[in-house]
């Protein structure tokens, strides 16, 4: 439903229907991380500036907010 690069180019955040936000490594093509609190399609995803934290917005009504680093 949404993706999102990096701002500095090495991840990609991905937000689908199955609820999950799935952080993605540029560089190896793999998954670095699978977030999944929410309760509802994922819509949007978008990055800090600073790289640090991703937001996440759903179909149950909540937006989150992710630490990118773990």
Do not use: E, M, Y
Not at 60 to 65: C, F, H, M, P, S
Request: net charge negative; hydrophobic share 35%; proline share 3%.
């Amino acid at each position: 439903n949404s993706v999102a690069w990096s701002p500095d180019g090495n991840k990609i955040v991905s937000g689908s229907a199955d609820w999950k936000v799935i952080v993605w490594d540029t560089k190896t093509f793999t998954t670095a991380q699978t977030l999944t609190d929410h309760a509802g399609v994922v819509n949007c995803v978008a990055w800090s500036p600073d790289n640090k934290q991703i937001v996440s917005g759903s179909d149950d009504n909540t937006v989150r907010v992710w630490d990118a680093n773990t």
